[in-house]
């Protein structure tokens, strides 16, 4: 079957309806599992060898990916190597500054060039078998014995590295595998204004670990899709801290979830009247340390004493307690130079949660976030590598030096994770391991609470359907 322009929008300005929404039954025809009920997800797009595959075939390779950090490679020569779907990508930092994202596949016998992270010696790329060398913007340098080779071989453009689609953006390195891609700009269109308006470019990371999940990578994203889960999985951040069930449900009810073109959505807690909730400035103060403590991302330490200090100063009952606290943060930001984003606007976002399609999200808080990235892991659909970041803003010229990932740490690990992502991690992959359960059909989606996963999978149905008939 042939997809026309018209059953797939795939331009921006292209009518919305196509892209937000049930696909058309051209799309839904051409895809195995597809959505056809906004209610059900077909539970075999978590585990199916061969709708696994239209992912590799058609979503990695074409779709934008945050790759790196840009503190991952501070210095010219500096790499770190992205995989992706069976594609290893070394994003290499030039003499210019500027950042170029090449292929990691040696152009005499395919060899990898280079593994993880660190700076190419020398200042060229040497590939370990046979000594070949690259500069470290692709061009190849030096080819041992190559009177050896018969000159078709030799060809300096058949010698260098192939390059993806790099953009620079929010402090990161975004790549693309499609040298047709749609421009980044175009992908990202509805985030980028919101993404600046936080200054998430100043934001550097505190920490950075990794999980493997025995779980689909989609199955770990929804986990953070929804704030649904948080009455059962996450107590202590409700009822737990004294919350009637009335006022929890209220909360959990009051999120926003948007789905935006492109995949892409966002969910945020509405503003709650403190005298319409019965929360005071030691909810407040109690809710930040949960996060500080529980997982040290979004609310620090050093957020929770500033609001401290408040407490003895104007008490916990002032009814703009919350307002003042923030103020407060602001205020001592300013006294040690840290560029915050700007006060007045995007507040609602905080709290909230940022998804780009396909496969990470930022939860933005007080000039920090939490970040995650999902992809799949050792070619098999059951399997995901799961990146956890907490980014905060630095003191201007206190910035510290090059990203460095601690380590990859077990689901269960209580030095390394804290109580909150341990509590999601307990369910993905009891979850996983359920969906082969005989008597399970398929997933019961809400349309309100959940409505963002349908989102995401109707999304991918398109972008299987596009490179399907391309
Ligand atoms: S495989 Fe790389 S130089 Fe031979
Ligand atoms: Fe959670």
Known sequence: MTITRSDVADA??????????????????????????????????YYDRAFFELEKQHLWPRTWQMAARLEEIPEPGDYTEYEVAGNSILIVRQQDGSVKALHNACRHRATELAKGCGRMAGGQIVCPFHGWRWN???????????????????????????????????GMVWINLDPEAVPFT??????????????????????????????????????????????????????GRGMSFETAVKIIKEMEYLNLSGGHSRSYSRYLDPAEYN????????SNRLLATGQDAMALEKDVQIFEGLRNKIGVDDPKFS???????????????????????????????????????????????LVYRMRPHDDDPEQCLFDVWSLTTYPRGQEPGRAELLGLFDKDDKEHWGLI??????????????????????????????KTILHLHQELDRVIARGVSA
């Open 12 to 45: 921006p300005g292209a009518s919305t309806q196509a892209e937000i929404g049930p696909n058309t039954p051209a799309v839904r025809a051409t895809v195995p599992y597809a959505m056809d009920d906004s209610n059900y997800v077909p539970k075999e797009r």
């Open 136 to 170: 470290i913007d692709g061009s190849n340098a030096f080819v041992f014995m190559d009177d050896e080779f018969d000159p078709v071989n030799l060809k300096p453009e058949a010698l260098r590295l192939r390059e993806c689609l790099v953009e620079v953006w929010g």
């Open 186 to 239: 175009e992908a990202l269109a509805p985030l980028i204004p919101m993404f600046d308006a936080l200054a998430i470019e100043n934001m550097r990371v505190k920490w950075w670990k990794q999980i493997i999940l025995k779980a689909n990578w989609k199955l770990t994203m929804e986990a953070f899709h929804e704030g649904y889960h948080g009455y059962q999985t996450h107590p202590q951040l409700l009822t």
């Open 279 to 286: 929360l005071n400035g030691d909810d407040f103060i109690e």
């Open 323 to 369: 307002e003042k606290a923030i103020q407060a943060l602001y205020d001592y930001a300013e006294g040690a130079g840290i560029p915050m984003p700007p006060l007045s606007e995007h507040m609602q976002q905080w709290g909230g949660v940022v998804f780009l399609f396909p496969n990470y999200f930022i939860l933005p808080q007080f000039g920090n976030a």
């Open 421 to 450: 992502p341990r509590q999601d991690f307990s369910n993905i992959e009891r979850q996983q391991r359920g969906l082969h359960s005989q008597s399970f059909e398929h997933m019961r989606l809400s349309p309100r609470q959940e």
